[in-house]
């Protein structure tokens, strides 16, 4: 008697402590792999790797990148480009989800097809758009070098030249290549801001625009009144999804332009990359990194507060 | 008049909007489709100029099926097939297939099932049990969810540094599978939590009654259930590993331990010109994904909205 509620009690002990042994594997491992290093690159980022050993430089590292005009331009690059992938990404996911949500025939398969392109590997996607460029041999360079169609030489999308800026020294209008790279970025963010736009389209009672429409409201308006501002949550979120990936993905600026022609495509991530590795300053591009880390901390904690986290933790 | 006018209008209106819907798909196609064409010239056709979009031009008519001039050379110089004694006869002795696929295989396959296995873990957790701080750690993995490789991997790269060399036994490939790891798990969490939710606690109480062991409640009960959300995961972290290039590129010192991303990247290096070869290994590279999506399409849906969107 005494020894079964021994191991009563002693099972009972075991299972209160059991969540906390279930979930301590998945904080360690996310301990040793995000916050230490996050951590590490602040400290970094006070540093910098000199013959003799890191040697502590205080904000240098901040003023040292400020101070290039390469780092401004990029940062004109990114905006372009965050401005150009966005826009047309939600434009495009917004009238697709609008299209699927019909409920057509084909719709699973028509989502289907068009998630083809998110699941190749950003680099990889880069390397398909490069080859049909490349200069005289890619199969649109062909159609896109006709004089007649861009006067006076034809345009080489991979090799021309930066338009001379609107204003002061800001990158825009963007280069042939800056849009290409936005025109395949958006290519591979499309279906996935397609499937959230519909899942949130999806969630609209159809009472509430059926409604609408017996009163009179033409498409336009209930767009405009209804549907719009019932999904508005769910764009920001698309929208923060597509800053973020749009500001740290690299791959496809690496496989498609190299951050060329010139600098006409080299966006703050590819700063990043080519000030550690090609110039090995790592002190700098650690403050670099610290600097993208704390607008993508805000763009994680508006889309926390849109997603409700409080009621999803219930 | 008006009960006559609407079917006709909607027949109309679905009309148009499978046409529009077609039109994007086949924008959408169109550079897989190009790719694919490219991947099956000949060395002759792909640096002609000005470039032809299909190999099949004979000097009299601009298109004639007949004459096509279609060619594997592509395929071939990536696999790069060599008799030996093999089961099969031959082996492929191209770089991709004998170090960079058999690399991916590895840490797609071991990081898959060690996320499987610790986001079943803690969403069975998160999921089943109320306990102090959960609320805030869940949110803080949540946080953790949206951060992406690019500012961590300096850090990464500089313990990398670090612990090579130290006494410290250290292992490249344990590394990078440690770093993918922590990179996938975050998401998975959610994922697996939301699958749980799913599936109903009475199941696993009517199995406590019946005598069985929590444990063996989970086992024999609750794991069953949640086989296809914890398919699904496998599945997402597989396809995540094999198309992630940066810390597969950065993180691992040596060329002959890089994943199959840093194989196609050196690839357009040594073969700039030769078009066809390198469609030819982004087919075969991108091929086994789709075919993993098309036939899991739906866990791959399920598991993206559960992660993502669910406000």
Request: glycine content about 8%.
């Amino acid at each position: 008697m005494a020894q079964t509620l021994r191991r009563r009690k002693k099972s009972s002990r075991t299972y209160k402590w059991l969540p906390f042994w279930l979930i301590a594997p998945t904080i360690v491992v996310l301990l040793i792999v995000q916050v230490y290093p996050a951590l590490y690159t602040v400290w970094l980022s006070a540093h910098e790797r000199e013959p003799q050993g890191w040697v502590a430089v205080g904000f240098d590292n901040f003023r040292r990148i400020f101070g290039t005009s390469l780092f401004r331009e990029s940062v004109g690059h990114t905006v372009v480009f965050l401005i150009g992938y966005v826009v047309i990404t939600l434009i495009l996911g917004y009238v697709v989800a609008q299209i699927l949500s019909r409920k057509l025939l084909l719709s699973g398969f028509y989502l289907t097809l068009l998630f083809i392109p998110w699941i190749l590997a950003d680099i990889l996607a880069g390397i398909v758009f490069r080859l049909l460029v490349i200069p005289d041999y890619g199969v649109l360079s062909g159609i896109l070098g006709d004089p007649n169609l861009f006067p006076p030489r034809g345009l080489s999308i991979l090799t021309a030249s930066r338009p001379s800026p609107w204003i002061g020294e800001f990158p825009f209008p963007p280069s042939p290549a800056m849009i290409y790279l936005i025109l395949a970025a958006a290519w591979r963010g499309l279906p996935f801001i397609t499937l959230l736009l519909l899942a949130a389209l999806q969630t609209i009672p159809s009472e509430v625009t059926e409604s609408a429409r017996i009163d009179g409201a033409d498409g336009w308006k209930i767009t405009r009144h209804i549907t719009v501002p019932l999904i508005l949550p769910t764009m920001v979120v698309a929208l923060f999804s597509l800053m973020l990936g749009g500001m740290n993905g690299v791959g496809m600026v690496f496989s498609l332009t190299g951050g060329g022609p010139g600098t006409t495509t080299h966006v703050l991530s590819y700063h990043l990359y080519t000030l550690g590795w090609t110039r090995l300053r790592f002190g700098q591009a650690a403050a670099l990194a610290l600097m993208i880390a704390v607008v993508n901390w805000l763009l994680i904690a508006g889309t926390m507060r849109l997603t409700r986290v409080d009621e999803r933790t219930a | 008049m008006a009960r006559l006018r609407s079917p006709s209008r909607k027949t109309w209106s679905s009309l148009l909007f499978n046409g529009i819907m077609i039109l994007i798909l086949l924008v959408a196609m169109a550079p897989i489709a190009l790719t694919v064409v490219i991947s099956f010239k000949d060395q002759q056709d792909t640096i002609r100029k000005p470039p032809v979009l299909f190999p099949c031009d004979t000097a009299t008519d601009p298109f004639d099926w007949g004459a096509c001039r279609w060619a594997v050379e592509g395929y071939e110089r990536v696999l790069a097939p060599e008799p030996s004694d093999s089961l099969l006869g031959f082996r492929l002795a191209g770089k991709m297939f004998r170090i960079y696929i058999p690399n991916t295989l590895l840490y797609a396959s071991v990081t898959a099932v060690g996320v499987t296995i610790l986001a079943g873990m803690s969403g069975f957790a998160f999921s089943r049990y109320r306990f102090r701080g959960r609320g805030l750690l869940m949110a803080a993995i949540l946080a953790i969810t949206g951060v992406p490789l690019l500012t961590n991997i300096l850090a990464l790269y500089q313990m990398g540094v670090i612990l090579r060399k130290s006494p410290f036994p250290f292992n490249d490939r344990v590394f990078l599978i440690v770093v993918y790891l922590g990179f996938f798990l975050p998401l998975s969490v959610w994922i697996a939590k939301g699958f749980f939710d799913t599936i109903p606690r009475d199941l696993e109480e009517a199995a406590l009654i019946d005598g069985a062991s929590p444990i063996g409640a989970l086992r024999h009960v609750t794991m069953p259930a949640a086989l296809p959300g914890l398919t699904a995961i496998f599945l997402l972290t597989f396809v995540n590993v094999w198309n992630e290039f940066l810390a597969g590129y950065l993180l691992v010192s040596r060329n002959e331990l890089k994943p199959v991303m840093f194989g196609l990247y050196d690839f357009l290096g040594a073969n700039i010109i030769n078009l066809q070869v390198i469609a030819a290994a982004c087919i075969l590279l991108a091929l086994p994904m789709v075919v993993i999506f098309l036939f899991a399409r739906r866990a791959f849906f399920m598991a993206m909205v559960e992660g993502a969107v669910k406000g």
